[in-house]
């Protein structure tokens, strides 16, 4: 079945470098989807990308979907606290060749960001 | 518009015992995916729900059922709760599903001892 790595697990930065996180799946995917997960909460949507190449930002967020649509990049540029938690990437399948899919998530990056 | 919620927030269990947990979807959307998350293995998927029929399920065993009434909200049922049954129960729902943006719940956090 389709698998989603995440890389890295763990990121400890201090306020105002930069982070990045990876994603790979083992299989094209249709669209990559990031979500948010404060410490305590619950995963909340970010961005998707759909397009071969695509770039997206959304203020110090900037997200890439790779040519191959098979790999995707988080990167936050100069960290503040705000930003600490984990960082999914999820890809959706159709394995069976249904129309609607089944959404498969990475592991997760977990940031934490020391002021 | 109300996001997703959850019902109950926290629930305590011992094992062998079943437990029931609700979803209410935002307005319109007519799909419901349940996850389970715990520390060491994520966001695990358990299946999903889309006019009240299961489209997909995840490799949990057959005491992880779930269904969806037609105001599409849904519950899940844990039948002979064990130990590691212990996660946070998250639902999510979206327009379509899989391939639209999903609206995670605040969560249920079950405690199985």
């Known amino acids: 079945g389709q698998q989603v790595m995440q890389i890295p697990q763990y990121q400890h930065v201090q306020e105002g470098e930069d982070f990045t996180t990876y994603c790979n799946s083992s299989?094209?995917?249709?669209?990559i989807q990031w979500y948010k997960q404060r410490p305590g909460g619950h995963p909340v949507f970010l961005i998707q990308?759909?397009?071969?190449?695509e770039v997206k930002k959304q203020k110090r967020l900037t997200f890439q979907f790779g040519e191959a649509k098979k790999n995707s990049s988080l990167h936050i540029t100069a960290t503040q606290t705000t930003d600490v938690g984990t960082y999914f990437c999820?890809?959706?399948?159709?394995?069976?060749?249904?129309?609607?899919?089944?959404?498969?998530f990475g592991q997760g990056t977990i940031l934490t960001v020391h002021p | 518009k109300a996001g997703v919620t959850q019902t109950p927030r926290y629930l305590i269990k011992t094992r062998g015992q079943q437990v029931t947990l609700s979803c209410s979807p935002i307005s319109g959307h007519r799909s419901v995916s349940w996850y389970q998350q715990t520390p060491g293995q994520g966001l695990q998927f358990l299946f999903e729900y889309f006019s009240e029929t299961q489209r997909n399920k995840g490799n949990f065993p057959g005491r992880f059922s779930g269904r969806q009434f037609s105001n599409s909200r849904s519950e899940m049922n844990v039948s002979t709760l064990e130990l590691g049954d212990s996660a946070l129960y998250l639902c999510a729902s979206s327009l379509e599903g899989a391939y639209y943006e999903q609206y995670f719940g605040p969560g249920t956090r079950l405690t199985v001892t």
């Open positions: 990308l759909v397009k071969s190449g």
């Open positions: 999820a890809g959706p399948t159709n394995a069976g060749g249904t129309s609607y899919g089944k959404l498969t």
């Open positions: 299989t094209t995917l249709s669209n």
